[in-house]
Structures are given as C-alpha cells and as structure tokens.
C-alpha cells in the first residue's frame, strides 16, 4: 500500500495550493513517502521539493484511507496523510514539473477544483481543531462514491 503525505500552508488568510495539469485539480503539495521515512519528515520533504519553501508550525490534521474501485472490485488503495503549516519562509516557486503554484484566499477551498475528499481534508485542515480519519471511495476517474469520516479532539 502507497504511502502519500501533503502540506497544506496557510498565511494571511491565503493557502497555497498546486494546480495539477492533467485535470486543473487544485492540491496541497506532497507525494510519495520514501522507505524509512517518518510521516512528518515526508510531508516536510515533499512540500519543500514542490514549492521551494520551509513551512513553519507543522502539525498532522488527517490520517485517510483512500480506495479506488470498479465496480465492487479495489484496484487501488493508499494512505494519505494531511498536514498543515502556519506559516512558511522563502518565496514559492510560480510553477514546477508539478503544476502551477499560487495562493488562494482560505474560502475557495470550497470552490475550487480538486478531488472531494481532498476538500474534506483540507477544509477540515484548514478550519477545525483536533485530527481528521477517513476512508475515501472512488471511482477510477475520481468521482467519488462514499466518505466515511470521523474527528478527535485532545
């Protein structure tokens, strides 16, 4: 099973999101977490390749199970694991072999293109306290079939 991190960065009421090119989904930035890794190191890791800043305040905000399927049938399953920064230091990359780069104001989360799980996580990154579980279902194209979502708070 893939493990997957990302970093959502918020400052001045804006995060900064990656555009992707292949749907124009909007995403925060991370990716695939390397043999060894901490969760956190990853995401850290792989926000810091994407945009070439260093988040600040770094705190984990959800653990999700995301399942593709066809039919009734899993062709693919991974862990995502959300984060999110108060903050960053540096100048953001405009655009990468990623996507393109830019800051949004906090409510287009809502509105924005992106995958509906990812904005689950990331409004619930973005707005609430405590740690958000899920499983995700989807089709193949990403169309998304069921959310099963739970939150704690210490």
Excluded: C
């Excluded at 060894?36 to 260093?54: K, L, N």
């Amino acid at each position: 099973m893939q493990r997957i991190a990302n970093l959502l960065a918020v400052q001045d009421q804006q995060v900064l999101l990656l555009q992707k090119p292949r749907r124009g989904w909007y995403v925060a930035p991370g990716g695939k977490m390397e043999s060894g890794e901490s969760i956190y190191e990853a995401a850290i890791r792989e926000f810091q390749e994407e945009t070439d800043v260093v988040p600040k305040h770094v705190h984990l905000k959800g653990v999700y199970t995301m399942v593709i399927k066809r039919g009734e049938q899993v062709v693919d399953e991974w862990m995502l694991y959300t984060f999110i920064a108060h903050g960053i230091e540096g100048t953001p990359f405009e655009e990468t072999r990623e996507g393109i780069l830019g800051w949004h104001p906090l409510e287009s989360l809502k509105t924005l293109p992106m995958a509906e799980g990812d904005r689950t996580n990331l409004l619930f990154a973005a707005h609430k306290k405590g740690i958000q579980y899920g499983t995700f279902e989807y089709t193949e194209d990403f169309e998304l079939l069921s959310e099963q979502i739970q939150s704690s708070i210490e």
